[in-house]
């Protein structure tokens, strides 16, 4: 039985016929569901448009995780470039970390997608690409640190897949909070240990939403608008000497990484520790570019 | 009062993994009417199995904890003070687990 909405609810503010339900945080606009599908579709299409995004022709891998955020995007991806014809070729590109019990359902839903849209799915594994499986490094490392392993990993491993897909571009989803949480977090590493301030970022962008709902917008558009001092030294895009992929440094995070473990030094590349690219390079500050997206803790329950 | 709970983006976890839940629950003595602020006290007791401060925060959900009533976000219906109902769909879902 379809239960109606409570009897406070007001009429959508847009189309003045449906119930609204929701409060749109960006807006404070009370909206019905289908009109929040058309103001935030046309949104995108419209950052799409005004940034010129995509040339008809493209191919484009969209990074899918299964989860919510990969999900609206493969969704708006497709519908968009069907709707205003686009003309992309779309890709779903998915990393299965080898880690029992955790992608199997996410890569269920992906599968899903790849019907549901009709997007053609590659999945690369971190056991095909790197020889390891997140299950094996635990093993050696145990959990602690295992995050920078699965988070640097994830990231090379997009773009190997878009390698091997041969697109034009790859496309990933994130929300207004997890930016915002990471705006946050690249000032306080700065001045703090940034892992010590990870679940306090989140709880205190929450807390922040709950008295302005804007409050996540506004620190997203404060992240854009940081000065960086002109005596800054800015990391700057290069190859990884090793393997050919992207890097700010002589050798990129993950063949550090990866070097570490064949050896059997599983420590090198985390933290302060001495590698190889610290051997020409005594600025370790600006070593590794900005906070990673992906790095926070994705195993357990991250709240 | 029969309601239906729902539980989804992680909060499973705190209830055995069970994500839906036909509950029967009355109004408290002397109170005529059940609020969600009702509701959540009796599900931190009788739903939640383990860390209710990943569910609670004060008399309320933790901050980044979706709350929808019949389809309807709660910030409509009056928040804590949304009356229910009988047969009334509540669904909790927490946007704080990975995407």
Known sequence: MEKTAKPKSRLCTLCNEKRAALKRPKTLEQICRECFYTVFEDEIHRVIVDNQLFKPGERIAIGASGGKDSTVLAYVMSELNRRHNYGLDLFLLSVDEGITGYRDDSLETVKRNEIQYGLPLKVVSYSELYGWTMDEIVKLIGLKNNCTFCGVFRRQALDRGAALLKVDKLVTGHNADDIAETVLLNILRGIYSPNAYRGFAREFIKDLERMRPRAILDIIKSGEDFRISTSTKMPEQGICERCGYISSQKWCKACVLLEGLNRGLPKLGIGRSRGINNEHNTNTKQANGTQSLQSKQCGSLDF | ?99
């Open chain 2, 1 to 99: 009062m029969q309601l239906t709970l729902e539980f989804g983006g992680g909060l499973e976890l705190l209830c055995d993994s069970v994500k839906s839940h036909n509950i029967n629950v009355d109004p408290q003595d002397g109170e005529e009417e059940l609020t969600m602020k009702n509701l959540l006290s009796w599900v931190r007791t009788n739903v939640i199995k383990e860390r209710p401060e990943m569910f609670m925060k004060g008399d309320s959900v933790r901050p980044g904890v979706l709350v929808l009533v019949n389809d309807t976000d709660w910030e409509l219906s009056g928040q804590l003070e949304t009356v229910l109902e009988e047969k009334d769909n509540v669904v909790f879902i927490s946007t704080l687990h990975g995407g």
